[in-house]
């Protein structure tokens, strides 16, 4: 079966495409909260927990959680990775200084924050292409905020969790010292 001139014409295209597309998790480009380009690559060999975060949302209060868990487990090699998203009820509406500050003096904060990003629709962020897209072991639209994904040391989602799974329970908790015990 001969090539047709339409595929013929496309084969370059796509080519291009897939050289576009990151390799692995950890050289999806992404930004800090401060606007600094970067990828995951600092943490490469590290558990990362990606979290989709918002400052007015009922579930803001997990960010405690959260920054015990990164206190608790980061010099054991667990990383976690706050992504702000405004895609839920309008829910961090402010800018990425605002969250900044917000994240530091009501939860003291320390745990990596990046700038504001899409996690669902046409504007979805390669992160989250990634994460829950039709290639992940986990695919989906992401439900609301605080949706959780945890990464193993070798790049590979190895759990999704729903927003309402606090990152205190025994389900994350032991998931996440399942991944820090993996080699």
């Not at 999806?28 to 990362?48: C, H, Q, S, Y």
Request: aromatic letters at 8%.
């Amino acid at each position: 079966m001969k090539p047709t001139l339409r595929a013929l014409l496309a084969a370059p295209c796509s080519l291009i495409a897939m050289t576009a597309v990151a390799a692995t998790l950890y050289d999806v480009p992404i930004k800090e909260i401060d606007g600094n380009a970067t990828t995951l690559e600092p943490w490469r060999g590290k558990v990362m927990l990606i979290v989709n975060v918002a400052s007015e949302c009922g579930l803001t209060p997990q960010y405690a959680a959260l920054e015990k868990l990164y206190e608790k487990h980061k010099n054991n090699g667990l990383v976690v990775l706050g992504f702000p998203c405004n895609q839920f009820g309008g829910q961090e509406p402010g800018s990425n200084e605002q969250i900044k500050a917000f994240c530091s003096s009501e939860y003291h904060v320390t745990l990596p924050l990046f700038a504001k990003i899409h996690v669902n629709g046409k504007d979805r962020h390669p992160l989250y292409k990634a994460l829950a897209g039709n290639d992940s072991p986990f695919p989906g639209d992401i439900d609301w905020n605080f949706a959780k994904f945890l990464v193993g040391r070798d790049g590979r989602i190895v759990r999704r969790f729903a927003p309402g799974t606090k990152p205190d329970t025994a389900e994350v908790t032991s998931a996440i010292a399942a991944a820090l015990a993996a080699k």
